[in-house]
């Protein structure tokens, strides 16, 4: 198991190291890509998640996401045991994603001056603050993302017998599964900034409230911070109760 955790931990760094890499990347002052926008910063998490299923599809099943971990052993396709180990493999890979986005862009960090700019380069927070419609929106975006990747775990929907040999999804799986992603984050992402990711979010958080910006830190949003945790839970929940109804 020991391999599957460091490929959980790899790709969940990769994804953040390029996924919040866009965000810092529009955000931030002075770098290339200032006020690039919300179809760059969705077409580029599309894109990241491409990136780390297909590199690590074959040695973990790239899960990256505790909902997908949860969602899949509630599915009966992961078995319980591993769920704990997953998720704490991919809360590490997703802060030390998150530390090295602050390093590449540190000098543009200083030279930002709006705190949540440079908050938003870590975690999310909600367009418009609303307990019951941001956890509802979490909850469905992560319920679209986990029934897509039920479905690509269903034997009809893999091709010619080339399925990873671990439980989530082979290499093949990374393009549906990353237009899965940018679609959610084109259609349903404008609420919350689409988590739909409990480790993509609260792990970047801390490391957010741990680096010691010298000028301008915003507050840390533990009061929201629950949202992207178990809105997300709840979407893989039900999406392995749909699975069961079509499987």
């Given at each position: 198991?020991?391999?599957?955790?460091?490929?959980?931990?790899?790709?969940?760094?990769?994804?953040?190291?390029?996924?919040?890499?866009?965000?810092?990347?529009v955000n931030l002052k002075s770098t290339y890509g200032s006020a690039g926008g919300w179809i760059v910063i969705t077409t580029a998490w599309g894109l990241a998640v491409f990136t780390a299923v297909f590199m690590t599809a074959d040695i973990s099943g790239?899960?990256?996401?505790?909902?997908v971990t949860i969602g899949l052993a509630a599915a009966g396709l992961f078995d319980w045991v591993k769920v704990i180990p997953f998720i704490l493999a991919q809360m590490a890979g997703a802060m030390f994603g998150a530390l090295m986005v602050y390093v590449?862009?540190?000098?543009?960090?200083?030279?930002?001056?709006?705190?949540?700019?440079?908050?938003?380069?870590?975690?999310?927070?909600?367009?418009?603050?609303?307990?019951?419609?941001?956890?509802?929106?979490?909850?469905?975006?992560?319920?679209?993302?986990?029934?897509?990747?039920?479905?690509?775990?269903?034997?009809?929907?893999?091709?010619?017998?080339?399925?990873?040999?671990?439980?989530?999804?082979?290499?093949?799986?990374?393009?549906?599964?990353?237009?899965?992603?940018?679609?959610?984050?084109?259609?349903?992402?404008?609420?919350?900034?689409?988590?739909?990711?409990?480790?993509?979010?609260?792990?970047?958080?801390?490391?957010?409230?741990?680096?010691?910006?010298?000028?301008?830190?915003?507050?840390?949003?533990?009061?929201?911070?629950?949202?992207?945790?178990?809105?997300?839970?709840?979407?893989?929940?039900?999406?392995?109760?749909?699975?069961?109804?079509?499987?």
């Amino acid at each position: 198991m020991l391999t599957e955790l460091y490929g959980e931990f790899l790709g969940t760094f990769i994804l953040i190291f390029l996924g919040n890499g866009v965000v810092a990347n529009v955000n931030l002052k002075s770098t290339y890509g200032s006020a690039g926008g919300w179809i760059v910063i969705t077409t580029a998490w599309g894109l990241a998640v491409f990136t780390a299923v297909f590199m690590t599809a074959d040695i973990s099943g790239a899960h990256l996401n505790p909902a997908v971990t949860i969602g899949l052993a509630a599915a009966g396709l992961f078995d319980w045991v591993k769920v704990i180990p997953f998720i704490l493999a991919q809360m590490a890979g997703a802060m030390f994603g998150a530390l090295m986005v602050y390093v590449f862009y540190r000098n543009h960090f200083k030279m930002t001056e709006t705190p949540g700019m440079k908050r938003a380069c870590f975690c999310t927070a909600p367009a418009i603050k609303n307990t019951r419609n941001n956890f509802f929106s979490e909850m469905m975006g992560t319920f679209v993302l986990v029934l897509g990747v039920l479905l690509v775990t269903l034997p009809e929907f893999q091709m010619d017998g080339m399925a990873s040999t671990k439980v989530g999804m082979g290499s093949l799986g990374a393009v549906p599964v990353a237009l899965v992603v940018f679609v959610i984050g084109l259609s349903l992402g404008g609420t919350t900034g689409y988590a739909i990711n409990p480790a993509r979010d609260l792990g970047p958080r801390i490391v957010h409230a741990l680096i010691p910006f010298r000028n301008n830190k915003d507050d840390n949003g533990w009061g929201y911070a629950w949202i992207p945790v178990f809105g997300p839970v709840a979407g893989a929940i039900l999406a392995a109760l749909i699975y069961f109804t079509v499987k």
